[in-house]
């Protein structure tokens, strides 16, 4: 599975857009873009994940680059329980996430 | 639909020991994964089960060893217990795409 590098920590304000980005420059064809967060001490909880296109959900949007080295997570309306650690992952073997360090966002009022 | 759940929540054993966790996927899901969670190493793979067989392993001693049974309940034995064990167990189970897995709240063991 390809290696992604995400910056340790971002603040975001209260209600506002919270954009966190991941590099993965050595992603392969058939790999999948996921993010995962993971609130303390709680298991991690799916987010979205995308292969070329960009994607939206309830919870966020995604968007890939058109050369896929690189996509942005974006929490529209940041709120003060979107603070938590976000995982970029790519992957393409099913069942097995291989985590990196991840993106410890705090929200603040 | 009621998400996956573990037992037990939090566990105190002594070096030497053996453990066993549990853990109940999502109803239809058929896949199960373990993860161990450490402040040191982060969240690392253990092992996939799907249809009661392993499908994917991660690089952990043999120490760490997994099952299935035939209602996708699985559970995890570590043996022999180190104070490295020390960790936060985690179990997914993915959707039927096999696109996403959700995360039960873990097992919290403590090996003294």
């Known amino acids: 599975d390809a290696k992604t590098t995400q910056p340790p920590s971002m603040d975001c304000a209260e209600g506002r857009a919270a954009n966190l980005p991941c590099n993965h420059s050595?992603?392969?064809?058939?790999?999948?873009v996921y993010w995962y967060r993971q609130i303390h001490s709680q298991g991690p909880q799916y987010i979205i994940h995308?292969?070329?296109n960009n994607e939206t959900n309830e919870m966020a949007s995604l968007i890939i680059t058109e050369d896929r080295k690189s996509s942005t997570l974006i929490l529209p309306h940041a709120t003060l329980r979107d603070t938590a650690v976000y995982y970029c992952?790519?992957?393409?073997?099913?069942?097995?996430?291989?985590f990196g360090q991840g993106t410890e966002l705090s929200v603040k009022p | 639909k009621a998400g996956v759940t573990q037992t037990p929540r939090y566990l105190i054993k002594t070096r030497g020991q053996q453990v066993t966790l549990s853990c109940s996927p999502i109803?239809?899901?058929?896949?199960v994964s373990w993860y161990q969670q450490t402040p040191g190493q982060g969240l690392q793979f253990l092992f996939e089960?799907?249809?009661?067989?392993?499908?994917n392993k991660g690089n952990f001693p043999g120490r760490f060893s997994g099952r299935q049974f035939s209602n996708s309940r699985s559970e995890m034995n570590v043996s022999t217990l180190e104070l490295g064990d020390s960790a936060l167990y985690l179990c997914?189970?993915?959707?039927?795409?096999?696109?996403?897995?959700?995360f039960g709240p873990g097992t919290r063991l403590t090996v003294t």
């Open positions: 992952i790519v992957r393409v073997d099913q069942g097995k996430l291989i």
């Open positions: 109803s239809g899901h058929r896949s």
């Open positions: 089960y799907f249809s009661e067989t392993q499908r």
């Open positions: 995308g292969l070329k």
């Open positions: 050595t992603i392969s064809g058939n790999e999948y």
């Open positions: 997914a189970s993915s959707s039927p795409s096999g696109r996403e897995q959700y």
